[in-house]
Structures are given as C-alpha cells and as structure tokens.
C-alpha cells in the first residue's frame, strides 16, 4: 500500500510516498530556515505563506523523484496536530483536496507519534521502546508499546530543549538556529567551566519531568555565581557547561524511565537527536542500547507522517472532510 505523506506543521514543507509503512519511494523536504533566520525564530505567518507557495511544487517533485502517477497512492496521511494552525491548515487542506479529486482516503497523523515512528523506517526496532523526542518544540519521553500505542512519560513544563538552545544562541550572537552551532563550540569547551543549575523535578507526578526555563535564564543571566573563577569565561566554556546540563537533565529523567519500565532500548528523534553530546552519553548508558534514526528522519520530514499514515489506515481509522488542525494534541 503506497501512502502519500504531508507535512506543514512548522517550517518544513514536506510530501513522501512510502510503501507498507517501511519503504521510503520519495522524500522531499523544503525548509523555510533561511526566511525565519532574520527574526531567530519561526514566524506563523511568513511559515504559512511559505507553505501555500510551496506545496504544490514539492508535491509535483515527490510524485517525479519516485517515477510515481496519482492512481499509485491508495492513501493520504497528513499531519493535523500539533503544530501552527495556519501552517497545518495548509497541508490539510491540500490532503482533503487530493482525498476528493483521487478518491482514496486521508486521515489526519499526530506528529509527535510520528517523530516516534521515524526510526522504524530506517530500522527494525522491536517493540516496547523508550521514545525521547527532542526538539525546538518537544522534550517528550515516552513508553512506546506499538505504531499507535504510545504513552507520554514526561515532558518539559515550560521550555522544549531546543528552544532552549536556539534562545541561549540567540543571546549570544550565534544565529539561528543555534543548536548545532552550540554543539561545534561546546566541543572545544570546557563543560565543567560554569555550574549552571539543574532543574530538580522530582515532586509527584513530575517524575519523568524536564524544565528548561531556568537553565535559559541562568546562562542568559550568567553571573560570577556560576563561574568556577579560573576557567576563561569564553564561549566554548559557556556552550560546553550549558549544554552538559540541558543533556544530562534529560539523561537522569531517561534513566529513570528505563528503570522504572525496565526496558531497556531508548530511540531518540527531533532535531536535538543530532547532538553529539547526547549521542555520547547515550551510547555510554550502561545496559542500554540507542538507536537514532538518520538526521533527515529526525527533523521534520513527511515519510514519517506517510509511514504512520499505513498504520492508522489499516487499522480503520479515516479522516472526513471536516477534519480540523489541533495547535495543541486535544486530551
Ligand atoms: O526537529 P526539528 O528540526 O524541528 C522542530 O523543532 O520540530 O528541531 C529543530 C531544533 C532546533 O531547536 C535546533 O537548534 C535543534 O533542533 N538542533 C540541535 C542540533 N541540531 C539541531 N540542538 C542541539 N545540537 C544539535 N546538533
Ligand atoms: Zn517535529
């Protein structure tokens, strides 16, 4: 079953067509980085122009890349939640479009379970997994027990990781998006140079918790307090100490997850995935084994909506034309 996946919800315009939730036939990805760049962070308006512009255009380059004609696809996923409304309303729009000119059916995909999904395209990971979602708008853990099956551990209460990373970046002059920037720097950095807090959520019912507003403020704010008094208050030293804490903050809340579950495979996705920090100290976890999908599978992409897209399908679920874009996932 050929299914056609979209993806609007940010800043990423994005079609795929994969083959019984496994092959990946055609993958475009067209980001908007460099329009949102001048203002350090996504703009809803320009991201959803930019996505009425575009979409036709990578559609028609999907279809090409895998030599495939419409009456190839027996099915439309497309991201419905959570994202910007108007940029997801775009992509839904367009699925219900080609839903009635095709006559196949569509259905509305959670992105955040697809990110959960994304590795299984590149990979055969068994079920159950641990899902750590990092991104510049998640910092989820999850018990993965199965395509649909999917329950949220923790989350961040405030900050997402990579927000936090792109707003320290931000502060410090480093562009935007600022997370790999600060991973090249932290690299030459020493990460013992600055004693940023830790955010202590240990209370109850915040067991699997992240906060990472405190963090942001304490480097943006950095004071003496913080500053060991010999290591040169340089940049590195600056990213290299923020970035071992925003890690190691996830790290313990992970760890305490796979304990707790006993399971004992992690798969990580999102943006923030790429960061060799993190990608160290998972592979040094002990008796846990990593798994990360490729960077185009980690970032926004529309092969992990269309290889969700297969499951839900097949398991009877269907969109109708009234179908809606959730900013939040409702419940
Ligand atoms: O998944 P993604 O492409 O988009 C969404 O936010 O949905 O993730 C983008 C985020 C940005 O915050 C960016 O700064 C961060 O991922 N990022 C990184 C790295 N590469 C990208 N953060 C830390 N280290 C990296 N190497
Ligand atoms: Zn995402």
Redesign the pocket.
């Known amino acids: 079953m050929k299914i056609l996946g979209i993806e609007s919800s940010?800043d990423?315009c994005s079609i795929a067509v994969v083959e019984d939730g496994k092959t990946i036939l055609s993958h475009v990805v067209a980001t908007q980085i460099e329009f949102h760049k001048p203002f350090a962070g996504v703009v809803p308006e320009i991201a959803s122009r930019k996505h009425v512009e575009w979409i036709l255009p990578v559609f028609h380059q999907a279809l090409e890349q895998g030599g495939l004609s419409p009456g190839d696809i027996q099915g439309i996923g497309v991201t419905n939640r959570p994202g910007l409304s108007g940029s997801l309303i775009v992509g839904l729009t367009f699925a219900k479009a080609l839903s009635l000119s095709w006559k196949v059916p569509f259905v509305g995909v959670d992105h955040v379970l697809a990110h959960l999904y994304a590795p299984q395209l590149s990979a055969e990971i068994d079920y159950p997994f641990i899902g750590l979602l990092v991104?510049?708008?998640?910092s989820i853990i999850a018990r993965v027990s199965g395509p649909l099956t999917v329950e949220v551990l923790g989350a961040s209460i405030d900050d997402a990781i990579?927000?936090a990373?792109?707003k320290v970046?931000k502060h410090l002059g480093l562009g935007y998006?600022?997370?790999?920037v600060?991973?090249d720097l932290a690299r030459k950095g020493n990460a013992k140079a600055f004693q940023f807090p830790f955010a202590n959520l240990y209370k109850s019912g915040h067991a699997y918790d992240v906060s990472y507003s405190g963090l942001k403020n304490a480097v943006i704010n950095q004071q003496d307090l913080f500053w060991d008094g010999e290591s040169p208050r340089s940049i590195e030293n600056i990213c290299a100490s923020f970035e071992r804490v925003a890690v190691d903050t996830l790290l313990k809340k992970l760890q305490a997850a796979c304990r707790d579950t006993g399971i004992n495979r992690v798969v990580a996705g999102?943006?923030?995935a790429?960061?060799?920090y993190?990608r160290d100290r998972l592979q040094g976890m002990q008796d846990i084994r990593a798994y990360y999908p490729p960077l185009d599978l980690?970032?926004?992409n529309g092969a992990m909506i269309a290889g969700l897209a297969f499951h839900y399908l097949t398991a009877g679920l269907r969109s109708g034309l009234d179908e809606t874009v959730y900013a939040k996932v409702p419940g």
């Open positions: 940010c990423e991104s510049g708008g998640h990579g927000e990373f792109d970046a998006p600022g997370g790999k600060i991973d999102g943006g923030v790429a960061n060799s993190l980690c970032t926004d």
